[in-house]
């Protein structure tokens, strides 16, 4: 079997538990009596704690021989850590049970785009394609979770989390393709623990992770608390899951269309890091000022800008700036930044920030975004020069 139709399993898996987690978590928490500044906190610590996790769990992957084996015992972690959330009370305890689902989570998305990437340069798919269908398992995962919360109770979030992962786990053991990390033996961890050394004091590379780290990490106001933002506003649920739902269907279309005739015509991921920071500034510059139902509709069009564009910028943005052996700790690496201490800072701010002034929180989110478009830029400029 060609490999395009197994990774797109695993997106799929991946995919339909961030899209319940990403915009019914928060709920979960309020449901259980938080503050917002104390649902902030619980998502951002896993995010933020990224910064030690994320380089160890690169190395740790990379011991093994086979890529999908690290990927079937993150899925099983990921469901310890989320099924125990359901279990336990206490700020305390679900902090350790989602400080462990969370990080997990989190270390399956470049541990997949890796394996994913080396597939499609040996057989000729496009990346984006199994990329996009994990798109539109978020969208399942958006509408069939709004209508499950007009019927059931928010904990109904933590049994779905629990058992994606769980099939994540058994799909990677029994389905992923046996891909060596190495062609021989696996690396010297001392090695392994040098090349991520040599990436992180490299002014280029980090200069780019952080232009695309902060486009993406100022979706986390919009992660955390557009959900909780929609009811106080009279949205329901149900409307919410399609809101999230359609902006994902316009990413799975920028995907699956746009991003194959970008490479055809030979557009610059350098250039679409610049739109999609753009669109980032437009999206939350205008969601601070409580537009009506109507309107969401469109700026929710701009999330294939704000984030697809600028995701596939930065997969393709960071393979050409890492080395060839070192693919795992570049996109790991990223994904720190981006997806664990950017956002995990924006994060842990979103939350006072809803508590104190409400959607004038997304006006801290535009800027952030304007901060990784001139970064971007810069470089850009840097690297046309050199």
């Not at 990329?131 to 509408?143: E, H, L, T």
């Not at 486009?215 to 999230?244: D, M, N, P, R």
């Not at 350098?270 to 537009?291: D, E, H, K, Q």
Request: overall charge positive; some cysteine.
């Amino acid at each position: 079997m060609n490999s395009a139709p197994r990774m797109a399993l695993q997106y799929i898996l991946l995919f339909a538990a961030s899209g319940v987690t990403l915009p019914f978590a928060g709920l979960w928490f309020r449901e259980q009596g938080l503050s917002g500044a104390e649902i902030g906190a619980l998502l951002a610590i896993p995010m933020l704690g990224r910064l030690a996790t994320g380089p160890l769990i690169a190395v740790w992957a990379d011991g093994f021989r086979h890529r999908r084996t690290p990927i079937a015992l993150l899925g099983l972690a990921m469901a310890l850590g989320y099924g125990g959330a359901g279990l336990v009370e206490g700020f305390a305890a679900w902090a350790v049970c989602w400080f462990v689902g969370a990080t997990a989570a989190a270390a399956l998305i470049p541990l997949s785009d890796v394996l994913t990437l080396k597939l499609a340069r040996r057989e000729g798919f496009n990346f984006s394609l199994p990329r996009g269908c994990g798109s539109a398992a978020f969208v399942v995962a958006n509408i069939g979770m709004g209508a499950l919360l007009t019927r059931a109770t928010p904990d109904v979030v933590i049994v779905w989390i629990t058992t994606a992962a769980v099939l994540i786990a058994v799909v990677a053991w029994r389905f992923l393709p046996p891909e060596t990390v190495t062609d021989g033996a696996p690396t010297p961890r001392l090695d392994r623990f040098r090349g991520l050394g040599r990436l992180a004091t490299d002014p280029v590379f980090m200069t780019a992770i952080f232009a695309i780290g902060a486009v993406q990490a100022a979706h986390a106001f919009y992660y955390g608390f557009s959900a909780i933002a929609w009811k106080a506003q009279g949205i329901s649920e149900g409307t919410t899951g399609l809101l999230w739902a359609f902006s994902v269907l316009v990413e799975i279309g920028f995907m699956w269309v746009v991003e194959p005739w970008r490479r055809r015509r030979g557009i610059g991921p350098f250039l679409m890091l610049s739109i999609g920071a753009t669109a980032a500034v437009v999206r939350w510059s205008l969601m601070a000022f409580a537009p009506p139902l109507w309107a969401l509709w469109p700026l929710q069009v701009l999330h294939a800008l704000s984030f697809a564009a600028t995701y596939l910028a930065g997969v393709e943005i960071v393979e050409r700036l890492s080395p060839p052996d070192g693919h795992t700790a570049a996109q790991t690496l990223s994904s720190v930044l981006s997806a664990g201490v950017l956002i995990g800072l924006a994060t842990a701010v979103s939350g006072p920030l809803y508590d104190a002034v409400g959607l004038k929180g997304y006006l801290a989110m535009a800027v952030l975004a304007a901060a990784g478009g001139l970064a971007g830029a810069a470089l850009r400029r840097r690297l046309a020069t050199s």
